[in-house]
Nanobody, 124 residues
């Protein structure tokens, strides 16, 4: 069983940068995929980025701007989401998730473990 704990959310002004963290524990993740999703009020959960635990491959949807970068620190079992030039439309609860099958995916249904989320609010 894996446990994921997100942190780093908060209230920021538009144009600022922020880095979210996701600390993973409870098992080894040598072949897993870890991803970030976000969900704004009244909207479906949206895929933001994914990375293999090895860090060799990452995946971003076309809908996510080049302002977001996913990375990982294996020594800390932590995955990060660096977000630059934030906009009010980036406001959402951000979740990290792990998929045990080592194939990058943007599908919510294919991820096995989820964190509780961290709230990001970007003010105009």
């Amino acid at each position: 069983q894996a446990q994921l704990v997100e942190s780093g959310g908060g209230l920021v002004q538009a144009g600022m940068s922020l880095r979210l963290s996701c600390a993973a524990s409870g098992r080894t993740f040598g072949s897993a995929v870890i991803a970030w999703f976000r969900q704004a009020p009244g909207k479906e959960r949206e895929f933001v980025a994914a990375i293999t635990w090895t860090g060799l491959r990452s995946y971003y949807p076309d809908s996510v701007p080049g302002r977001f970068t996913i990375s990982r620190d294996n020594a800390k079992s932590t995955v990060y989401l660096q977000m630059n030039s934030l906009k009010p439309e980036d406001s959402a609860v951000y979740y990290c998730a792990i998929r045990e099958t080592p194939i990058l995916s943007d599908s919510v249904a294919l991820y096995d473990y989820w964190g509780q989320g961290t709230l990001l609010t970007v003010s105009p």
